[in-house]
């Protein structure tokens, strides 16, 4: 069996700050959404495991000080949060109703999906709250009786695809306020996505922040509440 000392940390951390280098030299927004760090690293990382046949089990032992250091990450984003308070408290109101309306459309949509695909309870309990961070989606899928499994490979998926393309997408819609654009990407991408956020502008990285964790409040009140209800409308 091949030892995964050569893909733990060291090479883990080499790989993203050569891949964060390439992507910060790219002006092309098309380039530079496509060639996020985050996502090429953890793709480049999985083909590697999957074409040398290495057991994820002995990977994520070796790479267990970065898993260690995500909960760290996630507070440390309210440092932008600080830094850009003022401008935040002035939109607080707006941000929890944007982060209210996010919420509900997206428990709708996935319920509406469920019902045209015609899917098992199951399966569309696993969808109805993918727009926060990981453990809160456990705890909500879990309540509704979906897949905690399915729903947290989901969640991170959703976050990659922000972190890829939600900029660029606002962008092509019209929407250049950076205000505007950080609750959107922290209502529906979360942590993968804000952290993309912060790294494109402070500000939309700020409210990414609050809007996230606003989500994360907010949708383990709403969605218990509210899928059941149109689970039945409509399953």
Known sequence: MIELW?????VIISLFLGLK??????????????????????????ILLVSLKLPYTQFASHSQLLSSLLEPAIVALALPLY??????????LLIVSSCTL???????????????FSVESQLAASVAALS???????????????IASLAAAMVIFIGLLGALFALLILRLLGVHNHQAQGVAIGTAFHAIGTAAAL??????????SVAMA???????????????????ALL
């Open 102 to 116: 996010g919420i509900i459309n997206a428990t709708f949509i996935a319920t509406l999906l469920s019902w045209a």
């Open 214 to 232: 606003l989500s994360a409040l907010l949708t383990a009140l709403i969605v218990p509440l509210l899928y059941p209800f149109l689970s039945q």
């Open 132 to 146: 926060v961070t990981t453990p809160i989606t456990l705890l909500v899928t879990d309540s509704l009786g979906g």
């Open 21 to 46: 280098k390439l992507n910060s030299s790219l002006t092309n927004p098309l380039y530079k959404a496509l060639t996020n760090p985050v996502f090429i690293t953890i793709t480049l990382i999985g």
């Open 6 to 10: 050569w893909l733990s940390v060291p």
């Open 199 to 208: 790294i494109e502008h402070p500000r939309i990285g700020a409210f990414a």
């Open 83 to 92: 830094q850009q308070f003022v401008h935040v408290r002035k939109n607080f």
